[in-house]
């Protein structure tokens, strides 16, 4: 590949369409047109000899090949924008992207009250939360991609990691319930739900 002969707009249309497997949403995503974003996409296809996005139904799938691509180029693609930050972060004027890995419940807990406070602090500033796949595919090439994971316990032994919050089960019963007193044992909790007597 002849890097002079190659549009590195068209990493940021890749990286789009990776990431939406959609052409109207990589366009919003990048601010371009359907068709430009879609003469980008042919143009892709024609580099890389991959379809790289296939219909399946009434959906667009990435193809292995994509799916192949998704990690490396991220990573590359910051890597370009950190040559042009500067050493000291200026959150009310920064532009970075931020990948967040966590699980649905911390998404719930936690994403709305730091957006709140992103939008205000620093409202260039672009979170990615990417759904939470647990430490088996934590990789380095992985890794490298992903700013901060949010976890439950020790899964990501060998990294930086600090105590973010604490939390509890709780189990309600009605007043005078007959399983009630034998439900603060967790066997009986588990046993009653695993035959049916506790609906949730």
């Known amino acids: 590949?002849?890097?002079?002969?190659?549009?590195?707009?068209?990493?940021t249309a890749?990286?789009?369409?990776?990431?939406e497997a959609n052409v109207s949403r990589a366009a919003l995503r990048i601010g371009l047109s359907q068709p430009a974003t879609s003469h980008a996409l042919q143009r892709l296809r024609d580099i890389f000899g991959d379809p790289l996005l296939v219909r399946t139904g009434a959906r667009m799938e990435l193809t292995p090949r994509a799916q192949a691509l998704r990690a490396p180029l991220a990573q590359a693609l910051d890597q370009v924008r950190g040559?042009?930050?500067?050493?000291?972060?200026?959150?009310?004027?920064?532009?970075?992207?931020?990948?967040?890995?966590?699980?649905?419940?911390?998404v719930e807990l936690l994403m709305p009250p730091l957006m709140e406070k992103v939008t205000r602090v620093a409202p260039n500033v672009r979170i990615d939360v990417v759904p939470w796949r647990g430490p088996?595919?934590?990789?380095?090439?992985?890794?490298?991609?992903?700013?901060l994971v949010i976890s439950i316990g020790n899964?990501?032994?060998?990294?930086?990691?600090?105590?973010?919050?604490?939390?509890?089960?709780?189990?309600a019963v009605r007043r005078g319930h007959p399983m009630g007193a034998k439900l603060k044992r967790r066997e009986t909790f588990l046993a009653a739900r695993h035959v049916g007597v506790i609906r949730t």
């Open 1 to 11: 590949m002849n890097l002079n002969s190659l549009d590195l707009n068209l990493l």
């Open 14 to 19: 890749l990286d789009a369409l990776l990431r």
């Open 83 to 106: 040559l042009f930050v500067p050493d000291d972060f200026d959150a009310a004027r920064s532009e970075r992207q931020f990948r967040l890995m966590m699980p649905d419940l911390a």
């Open 136 to 147: 088996a595919i934590f990789h380095a090439e992985f890794a490298r991609t992903i700013d």
């Open 155 to 171: 899964a990501f032994r060998g990294f930086h990691r600090q105590p973010l919050y604490t939390d509890s089960d709780a189990l």
